[in-house]
């Protein structure tokens, strides 16, 4: 079995994010590291494939610029390839854009699973999986917490508010993940001396027959009109028991229609 | 030393196995006076971090000694000396010797689990009346037949209530000082064999220390490593791998009680300003920090040298007695500037200080490594 992982590289979270004052854009021209959240795609994909018995794990990503810091972390944990799609035009991509992409980069693998993160650390619109299922034409399951593959079936567990939905699909299908599905694995030393030699596949968005009017800032249906700092958050309230603390408490969580 | 890209992504992933596998729970192995050993080193060896450098043939990654640094570096973060103290034992400590001079039976037997964190491994060689005096041990093993007949007393044993096997230093000959000793395998299913008692400890606690007991315990002479009668002198070139590590560790832990004893500093107000303000904390965490950075720079030279394949004795020496005595002075300024909160438990400092204070004595006094020099120098008059 084939799956293709969309995996991001997305600036290190420990380090402070900046915004472009111009585009409002997250900057992104440091080092790129793998998201968190992808990290459990690929496990999820490589243990899929290989209870399948066969088949190999193929991640697929867009960067503004060439860089594969990520990818090789993924790589070293054992995924065989990677199609990187960077090229300048791709610079202020929505999440429609960046679908496109990926879709088109999707393509040319022809898996039998597409796996992603339910949403990107870095950009938190949780669009793009789907928006990669409509054009590929595929089914998409949002949200497992559990991955089976039977056959020509996804068999999953999606995760709602109140517990869990079973959820089949026939393959090929688009399946987004949540932290938790697996726990994913670190790259040994051997991971990491074999991701070395591992192919990238580096093509422009004009490889996969896209122009500027489709991606990048050109093809953006979405613009950020502003950037207001968050609201500073202000003290909690101390309860200081004097018998009744337990009753105010309880008081204080009906007003937030907790109990 | 020269550090890519690969030496980085290699620190991530030990960063994120403590980060996630140890960290967490290091408070309440602490409380438990031990930590469960056979359940933190399956995740060890599943990363590939139990056998850095050993040979792929029996599940070591084959990386050169440089990743062993890194490693080293990375698990002095831990917020504790024990645990890491313990996971040296297995891979630095207990299995250098066998790797390097065991046979391959005796590897795939012993090594290739213990990489693989299935089984949990202690160097057992201090004894009551011997310990930084080595040729001074009395645990004999007196052959019979195919067998060894093991009698005696091993003491300070890390990881010795959960250990699967010893790398066990003994007498095999009436020789005397440090002729007629050899290293063997010993399992610790063996009868004969019992842990005596659990000792508890000024630190380190999170790692379990024992006095085990040996009566009339018999393994097979198979289980010897490398030549009989040869056991000191492999003991000896074993003992450099302890202190390279030790070295690395303290690096790593001086810096994290550096960088965290900064931070507290910047935020602790006193006599309207931060404590920072004061040019005397300035200096001192200057000066500390400029310490740590010449013992991290001579351990890769020394690190270099062991690629090269030179004799590092002198080199390793002076690292560890360079690391112990830093780490005492780091502890002591970090207990000093953190005042009255340092001094409580609630904070890492008090575990750090009585942590701290191991290096100095383990794995080879200061006066070991000094009396080395002193030696290897030309000082020792032999008077």
């Given at each position: 079995m084939n799956v293709v992982v969309c995996v991001k590289q997305i600036p290190d979270p420990a380090a402070p994010p900046a915004l472009d004052p111009g585009t409002h854009n997250l900057v992104r021209s440091g080092k790129l590291i793998l998201d968190d959240s992808d990290a459990y795609g690929v496990e999820m994909a490589l243990q899929l494939v290989d209870a399948a018995g066969g088949g190999e794990v193929t991640l697929v990503s867009m960067a503004p610029n060439g860089e594969t810091s990520g990818l090789r972390t993924a790589l070293a944990m054992g995924a065989a390839k990677a199609i990187l799609v960077s090229d300048?035009?791709?610079?202020?991509?929505d999440a429609l854009g960046t679908a496109k992409v990926l879709a088109a980069a999707i393509r040319r693998a022809e898996p039998d699973l597409v796996i992603a993160a339910t949403e990107s650390t870095d950009g938190y619109t949780g669009t793009t999986p789907v928006q990669v299922a409509e054009l590929l034409g595929l089914p998409s399951v949002t949200f497992a917490k559990k991955v089976e593959v039977d056959g020509q079936t996804v068999k999953v567990e999606r995760q709602t508010e109140a517990g869990y939905d079973e959820v089949t699909s026939p393959l090929p299908a688009v399946v987004t993940v949540t932290a938790g599905v697996v726990e994913p694995r670190y790259p040994s030393f051997k991971g990491i001396m074999a991701a070395k030699s591992k192919p990238v596949d580096t093509l422009t968005a004009a490889d996969l027959g896209l122009d500027g009017s489709q991606v990048g800032v050109g093809g953006a249906?979405?613009?950020?009109v502003s950037v207001v700092e968050a609201e500073a958050r202000s003290a909690g309230e101390v309860v200081v028991d004097e018998g009744d603390a337990h009753e105010r408490v309880i008081q204080f969580l009906e007003q937030l229609k907790i109990l | 030393m020269q550090f890519t890209e690969e030496h980085e992504q290699f620190r991530q992933t030990v960063r994120g196995v403590v980060e996630r596998s140890i960290a967490p729970y290091v408070d309440e192995w602490e409380e438990a006076g031990s930590f469960p050993a056979h359940q933190v080193f399956r995740v060890l060896g599943e990363a590939g971090l139990l056998g850095i450098e050993y040979d792929p043939a029996y599940g070591g990654q084959g990386a050169d000694h440089s990743y062993t640094a890194v490693l080293g570096e990375e698990l002095g973060r831990i917020d504790c000396g024990g645990v890491p103290m313990a996971i040296s034992v297995q891979t630095d400590m207990a299995t250098p010797a066998l790797h390097r001079f065991g046979s391959h039976e005796l590897k795939e037997r012993y090594l290739a689990p213990a990489i693989r964190g299935e089984h949990v491994a202690s160097i057992a060689v201090t004894e009551p009346d011997a310990g930084s005096d080595v040729a001074g041990l009395r645990t004999r093993a007196v052959r019979d037949g195919d067998e060894w007949v093991v009698n005696g007393t091993k003491l300070y044993i890390t990881n010795g209530t959960q250990a699967d096997w010893l790398c066990l230093l003994v007498r095999t000959s009436d020789e005397g000082g440090f002729r007629g000793m050899s290293q063997i395998v010993f399992?610790?299913?063996?009868?004969?064999?019992?842990?005596?008692r659990k000792l508890d400890k000024l630190g380190n606690r999170s790692s379990d220390t024992a006095e085990l007991s040996f009566v009339d315990a018999r393994v097979p002479v198979a289980n010897t490593i490398g030549q009989v009668g040869m056991g000191f002198q492999q003991q000896m070139a074993q003992f450099q791998n302890e202190r390279m590590i030790a070295s690395y560790l303290a690096v790593g832990s001086t810096s994290y009680a550096l960088e965290r004893t900064e931070a507290y500093v910047r935020q602790r107000r006193v006599f309207g300003a931060?404590?920072?303000?004061?040019q005397s904390v300035q200096f001192r965490l200057a000066e500390l920090r400029a310490e740590v950075e010449l013992l991290r720079q001579f351990n890769y030279a020394c690190a270099e040298a062991y690629v090269r394949g030179e004799d590092i004795t002198r080199m390793a020496s002076i690292a560890k007695l360079t690391a112990g005595r830093l780490a005492r002075s780091v502890a002591d300024t970090c207990m000093q500037f953190h005042g009255g909160i340092g001094y409580m438990?609630?904070?890492?400092v008090s575990r750090y200080y009585r942590d701290a204070r191991l290096l100095s004595i383990g794995g080879g006094a200061d006066e070991v490594m000094l009396r080395i020099l002193a030696r290897m120098d030309g000082l020792d008059t032999g008077l």
């Open positions: 300048e035009t791709l610079a202020g991509s249906r979405q613009e950020i | 399992p610790t299913d063996t009868p004969g064999f019992s842990v005596s931060p404590l920072l303000a004061n438990e609630e904070t890492w």
